[in-house]
């Protein structure tokens, strides 16, 4: 049954290319991304050194109780300041909400802790020159900081979020990757539709962007290298792509019951119609392409749409070699013809957050009646059959779009919007 009682009203935006919608919004518009060296930590000794930061981030103008700084990682900095911008750009006032249906659904990663965290601890068992791992249970742990484990749970995130806004309705967090926040998206959903809610955050919220995730990153040997040659990167479907750009940040979206909206002379800039979420054993080869193609003609049957009735499709497109191939092949058979764009050429693939940032770009752009466009794509790979929307004036009449994520280990989550801008 398509969701037909969610209705967005807000969106809040932390990205490499501007916090703010009006920000991210330009960033498009102008072609300019938010790929560049790495600046949070030393990166020289590493094999990759660029990254889609959040840059000249601010914490202290979002989070109102300065103490509770110590025990938020930047995931959940970015969380609580994507959710206080989306619920002012919903116009909301959260003391008249009911708070036991005000609720937060949020994608969240593995949260890493902080080398200064980490450095008391570690010198703590270092002996003649050495890290002495028999020393870390007494001597090592008698010198961490009591509630660092707070700072990594990624549920915190979503619970820093509702102590902010006092929202004491449904209260989850989804922790799968790059299907995360997109997930959360249709979670949110849900909860509206059944009744449980009236108002709900969703989106995600992720930062691994610490040496411990970078040296994990350089190991797994997914990272192009071209983004540390000439910032041309990552490049989607495109011949010459070498791997994905990590990045970071946090959406979050406001999603209400579409009365309640009204009710209060919300301004609604889009609906949910529908979701699919799928998962196929990633064993085969192209486990990809089955867990795209099944996810996309879900949400497709869900929302009552074809492929004819959408503007375009929001795709992952993460320039990895072979699972742009598999992407783009389920793409091509369950949408033909249907424009694609990747907004991950942006600001890079930001894991649980990557899903909502990919949704915000084709939201905010509906006004303009503009697809996102693709940057980087500059020599079509014919191993990749779709139709790359690679300029910023490539304009759309039509309202629905789908957006789609993945993961490797063969789960697969898109969502059907319709703007109403």
Not at 236 to 252: Q, W
Not at 344 to 366: R, V, Y
Request: charged share 25%.
């Amino acid at each position: 049954m398509p969701f037909r009682e969610t209705v967005v009203t807000g969106v809040g935006i932390v990205s490499p290319i501007g916090v703010g919608r009006e920000a991210f919004r330009a960033s498009f518009l102008s072609g300019t991304g938010g790929v560049g060296p790495i600046k949070q930590f030393d990166p020289s000794g590493l094999p990759i050194r660029s990254a889609g930061e959040v840059r000249n981030f601010d914490a202290k103008r979002f989070v109102p109780q300065r103490k509770s700084l110590k025990v938020m990682a930047r995931d959940a900095q970015f969380g609580v300041a994507a959710a206080r911008l989306a619920v002012q750009d919903a116009g909301i006032d959260s003391a008249a909400i009911d708070p036991d249906r005000f609720g937060v659904v949020l994608g969240a990663d593995r949260i890493c802790g902080s080398l200064e965290d980490s450095e008391a601890a570690y010198r703590a068992c270092i002996v003649d020159g050495r890290f002495e791992f028999a020393r870390w249970a007494a001597e090592g742990m008698a010198a961490t900081f009591p509630l660092s484990f707070l700072k990594v749970l990624p549920n915190m995130i979503a619970s820093h979020i509702s102590i902010v806004l006092d929202a004491r309705g449904p209260n989850n967090t989804i922790h799968h990757g790059e299907v995360s926040s997109l997930l959360a998206v249709i979670e949110g959903s849900l909860l509206i539709e059944r009744g449980l809610a009236d108002v709900v955050l969703v989106g995600g919220a992720a930062s691994e962007m610490t040496p411990f995730d970078w040296i994990r990153f350089a190991v797994l040997g997914r990272l192009s290298a071209r983004a540390d040659q000439d910032g041309r990167a990552p490049r989607p479907f495109d011949r010459m792509r070498d791997g994905e750009v990590r990045g970071e940040g946090a959406v979050i979206f406001v999603l209400e019951r579409e009365k309640h909206a009204l009710a209060r002379g919300a301004k609604i800039v889009g609906r949910i119609r529908g979701g699919g979420r799928v998962f196929h054993p990633a064993a085969k080869d192209d486990g990809v392409f089955e867990a795209v193609a099944r996810a996309v003609h879900v949400a497709l049957q869900d929302a009552e749409a074809n492929p004819r009735s959408l503007g375009h499709v929001n795709a992952d497109g993460r320039a990895t070699h072979q699972e742009d191939i598999w992407e783009s092949r389920a793409l091509a058979e369950t949408l033909p013809e249907v424009p694609v764009t990747a907004p991950k050429s942006f600001f890079g693939n930001a894991g649980a957050a990557t899903g909502a940032m990919e949704l915000a770009a084709s939201l905010i752009l509906a006004a303009d009646k503009t697809v996102p466009q693709t940057l980087h794509h500059e020599f079509p790979d014919p191993r990749c059959p779709v139709e790359v929307v690679t300029v910023g004036d490539y304009r759309t009449d039509r309202n629905l779009f789908l957006s789609l994520n993945y993961t490797t280990a063969g789960q697969a989550a898109a969502v059907v919007v319709e703007t109403t801008v």
